[in-house]
C-alpha cells in the first residue's frame, strides 16, 4: 500500500506505481491498476482538480466546455462505450438542425449551394491528402504540406470557374483551412506533415455530444479511485528516474548493491514532498514535456526522445463564449462562417498579429439563443490570451456587426476565453504532425525507459521504471480523450506484465462522412 517511508519527516512517501498527472490517461491508467487488484499507487496533480484538458464552468445558465468538447466516433471507442454503460448519452435525442450562413465583410451572404460546393470539393482535397499516408505513390514536387497540397488543389479546381465567380469561392477554401487549423491543432495548414495526415485514425459514427457535457465523463472513469490516492497540486519538479552510482548506504555487509533500493524512482514536488516508487507512469502534456524534459528527467531523457519531442507540434485552440442578455440572431440561424479577404492585406498589416489576430476567427456558432461560441487558433490564438475580456469582446462585437450588417448587435454581457497556451501545466491544447515529424517520433516518445543493465544485475530480467501516456503517445489517436484512455490503460498494463501490442483491436480507420453536417456537428479539441 502507498505509505510514507520510513522517515520522520512528513514530506516522504513512497508506492510502488506513481502516476504523474490526473487527466484521462493518469485517471485511466488508476482504474485499470485497480482492476487487476493493484492497489500501492499514488496519483500527484499539478492542479486542484482531476481531469487535466477536460473542464467545464457555467456561463449563465449554460454548461460549457472549456476543453475535450465531444467524443469522435462511436465503433471502438471506449469513451462511447463508457458514456454509454453510464446513462451519459440521451439515444434518442434528435438534434436541432443546423444552418450555416457563410457571410462576407461587407456583410452580403453567400447561396448555401455555393458553400456547400466548395465544402465537397474540400472534403475531397483534405482525403486526397490523407492517402499519401498508406499509398505508394508521391505528390507533387515541393508539396510537403496539407496546406500547399490543398492550395494546390483550390488553384486547379478554381481555374474552371469563370473569373468572376473564383474570389467568393476562394475566400471559403480559406475560412474551411482556418477550421481545420482549430481541428489538427496548429497556426497553419502549411505547418502539418503532408505524409502524415493520414496516420490519424478516425472511428465511424461522427462526433457525439454528451447531455451533460464532456466532463460528465470524469465522474464514471474517477469514481473507483480512492480520493486519498490523488494528491492534488503537487508540482512534479524533478524526476529522478536511474542513479548513476550506487549509494553508500545501498550496499549490505556482502559488500554487493542493494539494487532493490537503488533502482527505486525518486520524485520530488514544488511543495516539498519526495515520493519514491518502483515505477513511475508519466502523464504530462507534450506542450508541458517541450518546456521542462530536458531538466525535468535525471538523467536527461534518451536523446531520441528529446529530438521526438521537439519534432512534434503541441498547438494551441482556443474558445470564445460571448453571454447576450438577449437574443438577436435570426431564431433559423446556427452559425455564421467569417469570410475574411486576407489578400486585402499588406505585407505590413499581415506580419502585425496586434492588427490582425481576430481574423483567424472563423465562424460564431449558437450554443444557445443568448450564447455564441468562436474558435480561434495558433499563433492568434497565444495573443489573444494576452488581451483583457473587454478588449476580445469589443472586437467580436465589431466583426459581428460588420459581417450581418447590422450596427445593432448588442455588446455581450459576459465574455470569457480558454488560455491553454498560458496554462501552465498544458502550454497548449493538443498534438498534431508538425512537417517533418512522423509516427515513428511518437512512437519513440511513448517507448518506456527501462533500468539500466550492469555487471551485477546482468541475469536480472528487465525492469520498466518510466511508462509514458497520453494523448501524445498513441501514434493514431493522437490529440484526442480516447487516445489518453488508451495509452493509460496501456502503461498500466506495462506494470501489471501484460504483453503489449502497439496495435490495439480499438485502432479502426473508417471513413468520415462528407456531408455538410458532419463538419458542422463539431470539431476535435482533446
Known amino acids: 500500500m502507498a505509505e510514507p517511508a520510513n522517515n520522520s519527516e512528513d514530506d516522504r ?35 486542484g482538480r482531476i481531469g487535466g484538458r477536460i473542464i467545464a464552468v457555467q456561463v449563465g445558465n449554460e454548461k460549457v466546455e472549456l476543453g475535450a468538447n465531444w467524443i469522435h466516433g462511436v465503433l471502438g471507442n471506449p469513451m462511447f462505450e463508457l458514456a454509454m454503460a453510464n446513462g451519459l448519452i440521451d439515444i434518442v435525442h434528435v438534434p436541432k438542425p443546423h444552418k450555416v450562413v457563410a457571410a462576407l465583410e461587407d456583410g452580403k451572404q453567400l447561396p448555401f449551394p455555393v458553400l456547400r460546393e466548395i465544402y465537397e470539393a474540400y472534403v475531397c482535397f483534405l482525403r486526397r491528402c490523407e492517402e499519401y499516408f498508406l499509398s505508394m505513390y508521391s505528390p507533387p514536387d515541393g508539396i510537403t504540406s496539407v496546406g500547399a497540397h490543398i492550395a494546390l488543389e483550390a488553384e486547379i479546381y478554381l481555374s474552371s470557374v469563370p473569373p468572376e465567380q473564383r474570389r467568393v469561392r476562394q475566400l471559403i477554401f480559406d475560412c474551411l483551412l482556418k477550421r481545420e487549423t482549430c481541428v489538427t491543432g496548429c497556426d497553419s495548414m502549411d505547418d502539418v506533415d503532408l505524409l502524415e495526415m493520414g496516420s490519424y485514425d478516425e472511428l465511424q459514427g461522427g462526433n457525439i455530444s454528451l447531455p451533460n457535457g464532456y466532463s460528465a465523463i470524469l465522474e464514471p472513469v474517477s ?3 480512492p480520493k486519498d490516492r490523488i494528491l492534488m497540486k503537487h508540482v512534479v519538479t524533478k524526476i529522478r528516474w536511474q542513479k548513476q552510482q550506487c549509494c553508500q548506504d545501498d550496499v549490505d555487509p556482502t559488500g554487493k548493491s542493494d539494487f532493490k533500493s537503488n533502482s527505486l524512482i525518486e520524485v520530488q514536488c514544488e511543495n516539498g514532498k519526495t515520493i519514491t516508487a518502483e515505477h513511475v507512469v508519466c502523464t504530462l502534456p507534450l506542450g508541458v514535456l517541450k518546456r521542462t524534459a530536458k531538466d525535468l528527467f535525471e538523467p536527461s531523457l534518451p536523446t531520441y526522445k528529446l529530438e521526438a519531442i521537439n519534432r512534434l507540434m503541441f498547438g494551441t485552440v482556443n474558445k470564445i463564449f460571448l453571454e447576450y442578455e438577449r437574443p438577436f440572431l435570426n431564431p433559423g440561424v446556427s452559425e455564421v462562417m467569417l469570410l475574411w479577404d486576407d ?18 476567427i472563423y465562424s460564431f456558432i449558437k450554443i444557445s439563443d443568448t450564447l455564441l461560441l468562436g474558435w480561434i487558433s495558433g499563433r492568434a490564438a497565444e495573443y489573444m490570451e494576452k488581451l483583457s475580456t473587454t478588449e476580445v ?26 488560455t491553454w497556451q498560458s496554462q501552465p501545466y498544458t502550454r497548449g491544447s493538443y498534438t498534431a504532425m508538425a512537417v517533418g515529424a512522423s509516427q515513428l517520433d511518437i512512437r519513440s516518445l511513448a517507448e518506456p525507459l527501462v533500468q539500466e543493465k550492469t555487471e551485477d544485475n546482468a541475469d536480472e530480467p528487465v525492469k520498466i521504471l518510466v511508462a509514458f501516456a497520453g494523448e501524445h503517445t498513441h501514434s493514431s ?26 496495435k490495439h483491436a480499438l485502432s479502426l480507420s473508417c471513413e468520415d462522412t462528407s456531408d455538410l453536417s458532419s463538419w458542422i456537428q463539431g470539431i476535435s479539441l482533446n
Not at 502585425?352 to 481576430?358: E, L, N, P
Open 223 to 225: 469514481k473507483h479511485i
Open 343 to 360: 489578400d486585402r492585406l499588406s505585407e505590413a498589416e499581415k506580419r502585425d498579429i496586434s492588427k490582425t489576430w481576430f481574423r483567424k
Open 393 to 418: 469582446s469589443e472586437v467580436c462585437t465589431t466583426i459581428l456587426r460588420r459581417f450581418l450588417n447590422d450596427p445593432f448587435v448588442p455588446i455581450p454581457k459576459n465574455c470569457l476565453c480558454t
Open 477 to 502: 489517436f493522437y490529440s484526442t480523450v480516447h487516445g489518453a484512455y488508451l495509452t493509460g490503460r496501456t502503461a498500466a498494463e506495462l506494470f501489471l506484465g501484460t504483453k503489449q501490442s502497439e
Open 13 to 47: 512517501l513512497s508506492c510502488k506505481i506513481l502516476i504523474i498527472g490526473a487527466g484521462m490517461s493518469g485517471l485511466s491508467a488508476a482504474t485499470h491498476l485497480l482492476k487487476n487488484n493493484e492497489t500501492d499507487f499514488l496519483i500527484v496533480e499539478a492542479r
